[in-house]
């Protein structure tokens, strides 16, 4: 089946410093990757859709200065937190779906955020 | 405006029957997804449906009655494991994806 993979599973950082998280789909192509977060006991939301070689599409109250999203080819996405500040850090989980676009999504394993 | 309504948290009993309801409202529809997320790990895929009817998948069954805006997901036999939350999720007629708040179901001894 269809794999995603998310790098890294977990990361710490200083507060003031950017984190870099990547998506890839490893054994289809993706046009279309989603990009969620997520605090302890609550729902997964969707911070922004990241379609290939164009600009993603941010939810509103997310800040795209904030939340660099590249989806510069078919099986790869990142997700850069710039400027982490400790209520940045959160579960950060993304996701891809294959053509058609009534195909299920495909999840990576999430990355743990802690900002110190 | 679009909507996802499902039950916050539900609790059953091991070895039991279960249905989580999930009614919605979208402009337009191209399908309704489950999937159910443990703790602290990432969603994954149960079931689709788009045409109205029952599907059947081992111990889990998604219904969808388009014409009532409903669905529900049914969990038999119930195992301890099953306990996560399931999310109900639409995508409407522009394929973009609308998701519920989710069901916590617990399930007791």
């Known amino acids: 089946g269809a794999v995603v993979s998310q790098h890294p599973s977990w990361v710490i950082c200083k507060s003031g410093t950017s984190v870099k998280i990547e998506c890839r789909s490893l054994?289809?192509?993706?046009?279309?990757m989603f990009w969620y977060r997520q605090f302890p006991k609550q729902s997964l939301m969707l911070m922004a859709t990241s379609n290939e070689g164009s600009k993603a599409t941010y939810e509103q109250g997310v800040e795209k200065d904030k939340f660099l999203i590249n989806h510069a080819s078919l099986t790869l996405s990142t997700l850069t937190v710039t400027s982490a500040h400790p209520e940045d850090s959160s579960f950060y989980i993304c996701?891809?779906?294959?053509?058609?676009?009534?195909?299920?999504?495909?999840f990576g394993n999430g990355t743990r955020l802690t900002v110190t | 405006g679009q909507n996802i309504d499902q039950p916050t948290e539900m609790t059953a009993t091991e070895g039991a029957i279960v249905q989580i309801n999930c009614t919605y409202q979208?402009?337009?529809?191209?399908?309704l997804f489950w999937y159910q997320q443990h703790a602290g790990e990432a969603p994954t895929f149960l079931s689709y449906n788009v045409l109205d009817g029952l599907e059947e998948k081992g111990r889990f069954s998604s219904f969808l009655s388009r014409s009532k805006g409903y669905s529900y997901l049914l969990l038999k036999e119930l195992q301890m494991k099953d306990s996560a939350s399931y999310l109900c999720v639409c995508s409407d007629s522009n394929y973009q994806l609308i998701w519920g708040a989710g069901t916590k179901l617990i399930i007791k001894p």
């Open positions: 054994d289809f192509q993706a046009t279309t």
């Open positions: 996701s891809a779906r294959e053509v058609p676009e009534s195909s299920p999504l495909h």
């Open positions: 979208t402009s337009g529809f191209n399908g």
